[in-house]
């Protein structure tokens, strides 16, 4: 199973642009590195999802070096309503057609006034 | 199109009663993902199911536990004889096709066991 290793948490002041980093050492060959966002209290929520260089949405960018075995979430001029739990996935595949979308932790992002 | 939908949002029950938890999917989607949450820590998986097939309950504890999506209507989430330790945020996730990394998780069901 790819496992990934991301910070437990992170402080940011408000607008400054936050990079939250995660380690996939054993990402698969085909698969994606997709993150997600948790507030207090609800289910996590997509925020992007790329396979390699660079992904930009409205949200964030994601950057994945060319050996993929890390990602870079870039979070663009931070606000209150940014503080929130961030994971970083990879699909695990499971065996007979079936995949998991496996969680850690997470990192814990608090911003500040 | 609503989004994915679990009920109840809150479910209180005393040790050794049953709990049982509903998620309906997002229309179209075909494929479900049931996950438990305890207080501060990451999601745990536990069991993936399409319509009327269990797919993968690797992440389901061996007794007590079942889960089931029907061909008609809301896939379960069943605790029988519950006990303080299954108090826990249990999330429903929803998506197209298997191993789509884009899943849409429910609000939730907080289950307290008292």
């Known amino acids: 199973l790819a496992k990934t290793t991301q910070p437990i948490s992170m402080d940011s002041y408000e607008g400054q642009e936050v990079n939250i980093t995660c380690s996939h050492n054993n990402i698969a060959t085909n698969d994606y590195i997709t993150w997600y966002q948790q507030f207090p209290s609800q289910g996590p929520r997509f925020i992007i999802q790329?396979?390699?260089t660079k992904v930009t949405n409205e949200v964030a960018s994601l950057f994945i070096p060319a050996d993929r075995k890390s990602s870079t979430l870039s979070l663009p001029r931070v606000s209150l309503s940014d503080t929130a739990v961030y994971y970083c996935?990879?699909?695990?595949?499971?065996?007979?057609?079936?995949?998991?979308?496996?969680f850690g932790k997470g990192t814990k992002l608090s911003v500040i006034p | 199109n609503a989004g994915v939908m679990q009920n109840p949002r809150h479910l209180v029950r005393r040790r050794g009663q049953e709990a049982r938890l509903r998620c309906s999917p997002m229309?179209?989607?075909?494929?479900v993902y049931w996950y438990r949450q305890l207080p501060e820590e990451g999601l745990k998986f536990m069991v993936y199911?399409?319509?009327?097939?269990?797919?993968?309950e690797s992440g389901m504890p061996k007794e007590r536990f079942s889960a089931e999506f029907p061909k008609e209507g809301p896939s379960i989430l069943r605790i029988q004889q519950v006990v303080r330790g299954d108090s826990a945020a249990y999330f429903c996730?929803?998506?197209?096709?298997?191993?789509?990394?884009?899943?849409?998780f429910g609000q939730g069901t907080r289950l307290t066991v008292v």
């Open positions: 996935l990879v699909r695990n595949y499971s065996g007979a057609g079936s995949y998991q979308l496996t």
């Open positions: 996730a929803s998506s197209p096709s298997a191993g789509d990394t884009e899943a849409f």
């Open positions: 199911l399409q319509k009327e097939n269990i797919i993968d």
């Open positions: 229309k179209g989607h075909s494929h």
């Open positions: 790329g396979y390699k």
